[in-house]
């Protein structure tokens, strides 16, 4: 049985909000760790830890609005209705696999069958784009058939 698109983003969104959460979490703890920091004798060594731990919450802090703004950009994908030619929010079943087209994340698994988040953007993508069932594309020296375009 084909994978269906609202499965597919529906275990994007899961995928998408543990790591969320995960990087919140983190981002509370390396703030509770640098609120923890009492200025010690050490002085210069106080100062470079505390650097440390600040560029480590700008990254995470990064990374969560990555995340945050992946999970906006997958809410947004249009899920409805069959279209002729693959774009944004098809989800399309080629002879080498299937392939949602919307955010860049990569293999995901819904149900025991592996589908590739890819976004428009991606060389796939790229090669995708427009395409109709039937048609084959060739990507990287490597050529494949549509299948269908859900």
């Not at 004798?41 to 992946?70: F, I, N, T, W, Y």
Request: glycine share 8%; proline share 3%; with cysteine.
């Amino acid at each position: 049985m084909p994978l269906l698109k609202h499965a597919v983003v529906r275990r994007l969104t899961e995928l998408l909000n543990t790591r969320i959460d995960a990087c919140n979490e983190a981002i509370v703890s390396t703030r509770a760790a640098f609120a923890s920091d009492t200025k010690s004798s050490a002085g210069d060594k106080h100062e470079v830890g505390r650097a440390m731990v600040q560029q480590e919450l700008d990254k995470l802090e990064a990374q969560r609005a990555k995340l945050l703004q992946l999970r906006q950009d997958l809410k947004q994908l249009p899920l409805d209705g069959l279209p002729e030619r693959v774009g944004l929010g098809s989800l399309v079943v080629t002879d080498q696999g299937t392939y949602l087209i919307g955010i860049a994340w990569g293999a995901v698994d819904v149900d025991g069958e592996v589908c590739y988040a890819i976004s428009l953007a991606s060389p796939m993508g790229q090669a995708l784009k427009g395409r109709t069932a039937g048609e084959t594309v060739l990507v990287q020296r490597r050529s494949l058939v549509v299948l269908e375009v859900l």
